[in-house]
């Protein structure tokens, strides 16, 4: 499975995180040893589209984030006024120019959607008429999510936000997970006719599906995102659970590799570290950064190594402690 070529993509990452209660931007949180963007990032390039073709919506903080991006050749755009997400999407239209393709857009604090789920919606906005389309989910409790309003056919009919939403449809369990397919250069005229009344003031770019309709442009909605991948991170708690979500991720993806984990809740592993077959994990062990453990060795436990690299057949005794200095890790100490 991989995307076309034309495909380009576009971060939301101008928002100021108020839930954060930090003066850091919120993209810019540390999750397993790298900011939130960075694993959006990350996923886009697994699933196909490469960090030249990211443009970053930047804003409060700009500056932080730029200084961490700016290495890896995604392209920058400043929203000198948070406005919204259509406004931010709007932002984009210089770096757009000339381009005709797809444009992604994703929001800088989802950390968790799989690169497959993303290909698999991008691959079928392709395969469709739509100049606009919305990955979806099915959640149980959709609370503060926009719902996704379909008609007796089944057909999209808008998206209406939480704070905008009738009783009736806060009961709809489907909801927008923040991310679209949209067809450029398209969209940005139908862009320009957002409107910003609203209970927020803001230029939705949820307000696009309907003024997509109402100029007979087909839109389609693909519920291909299932609970866990549609949790954004907009407080310190759900950054928690983002990490929880990645941890059990991660400890199973070696486990089914050949690596026998004790104790798999009180084990932390970053996402770069290597770890071979039959490598014995001892528990509450953390393993950070560049690690790199040979095959069938032994971790024991309370061990904590970053950026260490274990010769196979080792045996790390328990408690062993090897750290990197902390002038190595700027963004995430």
Known sequence: MSIQADVSAVILAAGKG?????????????????????????????????????VIVVGHGGGIVKSYVSVSGARLVFQEQQLGTGHAVICTREA??????????????????????????????????????????????PAGYGRIIRNESGDVEGIVEEKDASVHQKEIGEINTGVYCLNSPEVFGLLQKLGCDNAQGEYYLTDVVGIALRAGM?????????????????SRYQLALAEHVLLKRIRQRHMDA???????????????????????????????????????????????????????GSVIAPFTRHCQSKEK?????
């Open 258 to 312: 050949g690596v026998t984990i004790s104790m798999p809740d009180t084990i932390y592993i970053e996402p770069e570290v290597e770890i071979g077959s039959d490598v014995t994990i001892g528990p509450h062990s953390v393993l950070r950064g560049q690690t790199v453990i040979g095959e069938s060795s032994v971790i024991g436990a309370f061990s904590f190594l970053e950026d260490f690299i274990c010769e196979p």
């Open 218 to 234: 087909p839109v389609h909605a693909f519920g291909y995102a299932d609970e866990e991948e549609s949790l954004g991170v907009n």
């Open 329 to 333: 890790r700027i963004f995430c100490p």
């Open 96 to 141: 757009f120019s000339g381009f005709h393709g797809n444009m992604l857009v994703v929001c800088g604090d989802s950390p968790l959607f799989h690169s497959k789920t993303i290909q698999r919606f991008v691959m079928a906005h392709q395969q469709s008429n739509a100049v606009v389309s919305v990955l979806t989910a099915e959640l149980k409790d």
């Open 18 to 54: 108020t839930r954060m209660k930090s003066n850091m931007p919120k993209v810019m949180h540390c999750l397993l040893g790298k900011p939130l963007i960075a694993h959006v990032m990350t996923m886009l390039e697994r699933a196909g589209i490469r960090p030249d073709c990211q």
